[in-house]
């Protein structure tokens, strides 16, 4: 088995197990029983989408998923934020 082989069974292994923690955290937003259980959740979908992306752009070697990735995290990342802020406050813009 060439390094190539073990690299490509390495990324397809994790990409079934983010699908798994994906799965868990929409299972967690759906029956999560308070607002900041589901704020918690996106994210966690969000991350796993991320890395979904960089781990395809590994198979691919298609550097638009890397990307994707980026612009991915930027977004998650201030949604995250105008969540937390709502939650904290009631408002996002005063």
Do not use: H
């Not at 390094?3 to 990409?15: E, I, K, N, R, W």
């Not at 967690?28 to 966690?44: E, K, N, S, T």
């Not at 969000?46 to 590994?58: A, E, N």
């Amino acid at each position: 088995m060439t390094a190539g082989q073990v690299l490509f069974y390495a990324v397809v292994a994790a990409q079934f197990a983010l699908v798994a923690a994906m799965a868990c955290a929409a299972i967690r937003m759906v029956i999560g029983p308070r607002a900041q259980d589901r704020v918690l959740a996106f994210d966690a979908i969000s991350v796993c989408t991320m890395l979904l992306f960089i781990t395809q752009g590994m198979r691919t070697g298609n550097v638009f998923f890397f990307e994707g990735a980026l612009v991915i995290s930027a977004l998650a990342f201030v949604a995250t934020l105008a969540l937390a802020k709502f939650l904290m406050r009631g408002e996002v813009i005063e």
